[in-house]
């Protein structure tokens, strides 16, 4: 299901990636950067385990969001403030883990969340959120 033609995201211009950095996808160098699935898999609405490397200087903006048609059940990660921010609900109550640090820094991070009913959990670069 396409929600818009565009991403909401402002376009910039991309930057030279050194040869290292060339591990995934990167987005928000152009105005359609996305991936986009037309329904959240059943099997992420009970458990779910996501993984992911990234980099970014900015300090507000999505990195990833998954909802239903509804808008209701959702798995959300975004930076605000610089800081992560990991929201979800899948019909069994609102659950939410932030960040006490910031990763705006440019520097590669991974972050890895995890889920199952209303137990939420998060580590970026290996420590416990």
Known sequence: MLIKD???LAATMPEEVAEDDLKGLYFGAYPTSRIEFSSLPSSLRIRSAI????RTTEANGVIMYFTD???L???SIV???GKIRYTFNSGTGPGIIISK???D???WHMLEIG???KEGSMQVDGDLV
């Open 6 to 8: 565009r991403c909401a």
């Open 51 to 54: 993984s992911l490397d990234f």
């Open 69 to 71: 048609d509804k808008g």
């Open 73 to 75: 059940d959702h798995i």
């Open 79 to 81: 930076m605000q403030d």
């Open 101 to 103: 640090k910031s990763y």
């Open 105 to 107: 820094d440019g520097k």
């Open 115 to 117: 889920r199952n009913l």
